[in-house]
């Protein structure tokens, strides 16, 4: 269900939990920009603050690059709501902006709930980029989590893999869901996946990653979010890693240096063949 809500300030004060995603950053460098464009590098830090008993999400947008962000749009979901709320028609470089967004009640069952945050914004030509963030929102009393989860940062070309690890800490068997959160230029092969953690131990996780739109050179947040329910509690699991764009090499390159030398070789047996008549009548 998808709601579009007009910017509103809650009343009232609540603990604000800062979320695991706190700070990430999208950052689209000079080289992949159009030409004329400067760079953007827009960060996101999360806090979901508890208000009148409602889930209130606390958002901070800085621009640290050297070209203004566009037309913003914050989409967030809690479980199977989500909320579309217009941001700053402009965020200048090296300035920041607040923002607080409503959310739905959330789950009922005590526990820790991913918050999903994406950015929508443009530059001055008009080009679309986005921008992802993960907060937590906690109801009831916090509880150790026995499930830690690693990123490890990536670097691919048109198709690429993100790995993960899962670690857990309790001799009880956990049924995982993970999810992979990616920035709209993204595309997962799998996103979504069901594991069993048989007590404590490790397991390592391997994504795929397709290049929709990224640009080379540019780095994208990746989120690894996991979900499970033990003794009467739902946890979650956040991990968090940088996917760089590299640059496609060229097919051509290891045929350019023979074709040259072949071309400058037909090019002289043309020019001696013309030259060659004119030899031979002077000849007679």
């Known amino acids: 269900m998808t709601t579009r809500e007009k910017p ?7 603990r604000l ?14 080289a992949a920009v159009p030409a004329g464009a400067g760079v953007i590098k827009l960060s996101t830090t999360v806090g979901v603050a508890r208000v009148a008993g409602k889930p209130v999400l606390q958002l901070t947008l800085v621009n640290r690059g050297d070209d203004s962000a566009h037309d913003l749009e914050i989409t967030a979901s809690l479980g199977r709501h989500q909320v579309v709320r217009p941001g700053p028609a402009r965020l200048a470089p090296n300035t920041s902006a607040r923002l607080e967004v409503p959310l739905p009640a959330g789950p009922a069952t005590p526990g820790d709930y991913p918050v999903l945050i994406t950015v929508v914004f443009h530059n001055a030509h008009g080009h679309r980029f986005s921008n992802i963030a993960v907060g937590i929102f906690s109801r009831g009393a916090p509880a150790a989590n026995p ?12 198709i690429g893999k993100m790995r993960f690890r899962l670690a857990s800490s309790t001799p009880h068997a956990l049924a ?12 997962a092969a799998d996103p979504r996946q069901e594991l069993r953690l048989a007590g404590p131990g490790q397991r390592r996780l391997a994504v795929e990653l397709r290049n ?7 780095s994208y947040p990746v989120f690894l979010i996991a979900e499970f329910d033990h003794q009467g509690r739902h946890y979650t699991s ?8 590299r640059p496609q090499g060229d097919p051509m390159a290891p045929w350019r240096a023979p074709l040259a030398a072949a071309a400058a070789l037909l090019l002289l047996i043309i020019i001696g063949a013309q030259l060659m008549p004119g030899r031979a009548r002077q000849g007679i």
Request: proline share 3%.
């Open 212 to 218: 929709r739109s990224a640009f080379d050179h540019a």
């Open 176 to 187: 995982v869901t993970t999810r992979v959160f990616t920035p709209f230029e993204f595309a």
């Open 8 to 14: 509103a300030r809650p009343q009232g004060t609540g």
């Open 17 to 30: 939990r800062r979320g695991l995603g706190a700070a990430v950053l999208a950052v689209i460098l000079l």
């Open 147 to 158: 499930l830690r989860v690693r990123g490890q940062d990536a670097a691919i070309t048109t």
């Open 238 to 245: 956040l991990a968090s890693a940088l996917v760089s764009v």
